[in-house]
């Protein structure tokens, strides 16, 4: 009798047995499967084929349907999806539902996704010529560019700028026609010359083609990371493999996939968030096919499948948005180092400011570690400048000696850059005359104020209410505004700067389609402008002409209650003082502070990044913190703050005494306690190596499980975690 083990998206930390559906005598491990579950049919996915099960076979059910004709993930990304499940602790049905595009997570069969390929027709060219598209400029651009080309894809051309609509229209003028994806291998652009140290990094990872070998490479901002990769990834793509580059999601620039595409014509495949769902599933599928050459996605698109990997690569591996704060909790950095041990291949880990785990595992002898101390092009660091506002008039958080500063590089033809890391008009709208504060129903925080679209708006649950014109308490209209958001730092500048543009980027101005890329073409115009934004602006942006970085508000950092709030800080402030003075001209960096003798500043101003991070490491290894221990957060939320209490503390008892030097935190009550209407607990376990972790968390899970704490109770394991509450 044929039994699948099948793996369902649901909360339980196991697979179902099943019988195949009448007539099917194999199914293979990989494919997805119509199974029936409760009241509803999910799509699932086999882990084995097997003839016994501990169920009574006339108990099973059986499957509806088997919806591929072949397995959609591989032998590799199967044992991937169990080795997740099993070091994050999560149901092996939600890790594998993650793992597939949108698409297949529903139960429409398989279809392939062939995308569409795009050339000029003869008679484009002579039309091109005869410069008979003079009244349809961006079609004639189109035309142009592809006729660059050898052929292109529809992604390609989007990604690109150009829109289907410019595609239509040439191909209904018969100045386009469709074509069939290039075969491999293309022509690969000629790289730029590289410095010794670079040099040195390439060599290092050529030299371990087929064999796994994580890479820490460490440059400054501006030192030429990205030609390394580019190189590192021609090299892979001449050996007939292909590349996986994963990039932050705010680092996922125009410039960036501008700069690979030159690289690499129409071999290069994109997923992000803002893909439509079809885009997604067909570049996935051309990767599986082996029809592109490189990969390159945030963080989801560590799970691409691939027919010869032989090369990772992880852009600024610090960032924090690798980890996934819900769900499935799992980091795609350490899932790539993962993928690279499992497909015996190099991982260069790529950043001017280490994690202190990748730090950490240099110390260790697990990591290489690749130096690029040299600015690329002959450009010199910045000069940093502390500025001490205390007792300072500032003009909604401005200092004069900041406005002054922005003035003068205006007036050079140059292009300044302010940073604050908070968007909106202002944090806290308050009443002067009854001290009433705009706080949100929901949650146990301010409302921010949003002064163009006239609301106050959560930032954490996202409820709004309208901006109000007197106090809702005492009627007043006495409002007042504490504290500058970027919003409010883009009026203030246009007030000062009334003839240069202000170009305010951040979350809320770039959220149509093609607004980030409109934006950085406007600032690369070269024109005197002013930056205002957010950390978007802090990593893969190029503006040469930017020499000023004025820095606001970074104390908060500085004073961060997380452990791991100085390694953040001193990140941050690094990064962004890197966007300064990228090209021949000198940069000058202002930090606005009222701390001007805190020890981080200190350190950073008189050395560099590295020494920084050793003093912090040491700190760790002193106070028995990540990475010289490991950790888990074992997390509740529900209607009431004794309700996540009682059922931590249950699980603290029926777990048992932690030994061996381990230990225990909580439960502790988050410090946003309430979240739209809900409250939160942590448990938080500490353990000196891995392996004492994972038998912890396995005695915490059995706890836990038989609890049967009810719907209004959730509870999640969050493995490696980037914040303890």
């Known amino acids: 009798m044929l039994i699948l083990d099948v793996a369902v998206p649901c909360p339980l930390r196991r697979s179902f047995d099943y019988l195949p559906p009448d007539g099917v005598q194999s199914v293979e491990p990989g494919t997805r499967v119509l199974v029936p579950f409760g009241n509803r049919r999910l799509v699932a996915v086999v882990l084995s084929c097997k003839n016994t099960s501990q169920v009574d076979p006339a108990k099973l059910k059986a499957a509806v349907d088997i919806l591929d ?9 199967l044992a991937l999806a169990q080795w997740a499940a099993a070091y994050y602790h999560h149901p092996i049905g939600e890790v594998l539902q993650q793992m597939l595009p949108v698409r297949l997570r529903k139960e429409n069969p398989a279809r392939d996704q062939t995308e569409p390929y795009y050339r000029v027709t003869d008679a484009g060219r002579e039309a091109l010529a005869a410069n008979s598209l003079s009244r349809a400029p961006k079609q004639a651009e189109l035309l142009d560019w592809l006729s660059h080309q050898q052929t292109a894809s529809r992604n390609t051309l989007k990604q690109n700028g150009f829109e289907y609509p410019q595609i239509k229209a040439l191909l209904d003028k018969g100045f386009l026609e469709r074509g069939t994806a290039p075969t491999r291998p293309v022509a690969i652009a000629e790289g730029k010359s590289l410095n010794p140290e670079q ?6 990872v050529d030299a371990q083609a087929g064999n796994f070998q994580p890479f820490l490479l460490q440059g400054v901002t501006g030192s030429g990371k990205t030609e390394v990769y580019l ?15 994963l990039v932050p999601e705010i680092g996922l620039t125009p410039q960036t ?17 803002g893909l439509a769902d079809g885009e997604r599933l067909s570049d996935w599928q051309r990767a599986g096919r082996g029809d592109c050459a490189v990969m390159i996605g945030t963080r989801s698109a560590v799970f691409t499948p691939f027919k010869e990997l032989g090369l990772i690569i992880i852009d600024e591996e610090h960032d924090p948005s ?15 180092v993962k993928r690279a041990a499992d497909h015996t291949c190099p991982v260069i880990l790529g950043s001017a400011t280490p994690s202190l785990e990748s730090l950490h595992n240099v110390q ?25 506002i205390r007792n300072c008039e500032l003009n909604n958080g401005l200092a004069p000696q900041s406005l002054a500063a922005i003035g003068d590089t205006l007036a050079k033809g140059e292009q300044a850059l302010v940073f604050l890391n908070r968007r909106g008009f202002s944090p806290l709208l308050q009443c002067h005359a009854c001290g009433w504060l705009g706080q949100c129903d929901h949650c146990d925080v301010s409302l921010t104020v949003h002064f163009g679209r006239r609301q106050l708006r959560c930032h954490h649950c996202d409820a709004y209410k309208p901006l109000p014109e007197v106090c809702p308490d005492c009627e007043n209209d006495s409002l007042t505004f504490k504290g500058p958001g970027t919003e409010r730092l883009e009026q203030t500048l ?39 934004g957010t950390q978007m602006l802090a990593k893969g942006h190029h503006f040469p002409l930017v020499t000023l970085v004025v820095m606001l508000d970074i104390d908060g950092g500085l004073f961060s209650p997380d452990f791991r709030g100085a390694e953040r800080a001193g990140q941050l402030l ?48 002193q106070l028995g913190l990540p990475p010289s221990s490991y950790s888990a957060v074992i997390r509740a939320e529900a209607n009431s703050l004794d309700a996540c209490d009682k059922f931590l503390h249950a699980v603290r008892r029926g777990t048992g005494m932690p030994g061996n030097g381990n230990q225990f935190l909580g439960p502790l009550p988050a410090p946003i306690t309430r979240k739209a209407n809900r409250y939160r607990c942590s448990l938080i376990l500490i353990a000196q190596d891995r392996k004492q972790l994972h038998s912890l968390l396995n005695r915490a899970r059995r706890a836990a499980e038989p609890l049967k704490p009810g719907f209004a109770l959730r509870w999640t394991i969050d493995v490696d975690p980037l914040e303890w509450f």
């Open 574 to 621: 690094t990064q962004v003082a890197g966007r300064a003075g990228r090209a021949e001209r000198p940069g000058t960096v202002l930090i606005q502070t009222h701390a001007p003798d805190h020890p981080i500043l200190a350190t950073l101003l008189r050395q560099d990044y590295s020494p920084f991070a050793e003093r912090l490491l040491a700190e760790r290894r």
């Open 322 to 336: 690798y980890k996934q704060q819900d769900g499935f909790r799992y980091s795609a950095r350490d899932i790539a």
């Open 494 to 532: 246009k007030g000062a700067f009334p003839d240069t543009q202000v170009i305010r980027i951040d979350r809320d101005t770039t959220g149509g389609k093609s607004a980030m890329s409109e934006m950085v073409s406007t600032v690369n115009e070269g024109k005197p402008c002013v930056l205002v």
């Open 231 to 245: 190189q590192a990834i021609e090299h892979c793509v001449k050996q007939g493999k292909q590349a996986l580059v």
């Open 257 to 273: 996939l501008r700069r690979f595409e030159a690289r690499f014509p129409n071999q290069i495949s994109v997923l992000h968030s």
């Open 199 to 204: 040099q040195h990094a390439v060599s290092s």
């Open 69 to 77: 004709n072949q397995p959609t993930l591989g032998t590799d990304l």
């Open 364 to 388: 260790q002898g697990k990591y290489r570690h690749l130096l690029l101390n040299e600015r690329a092009g002959g450009a010199q660091p910045p000069t940093i400048k502390l500025m001490d």
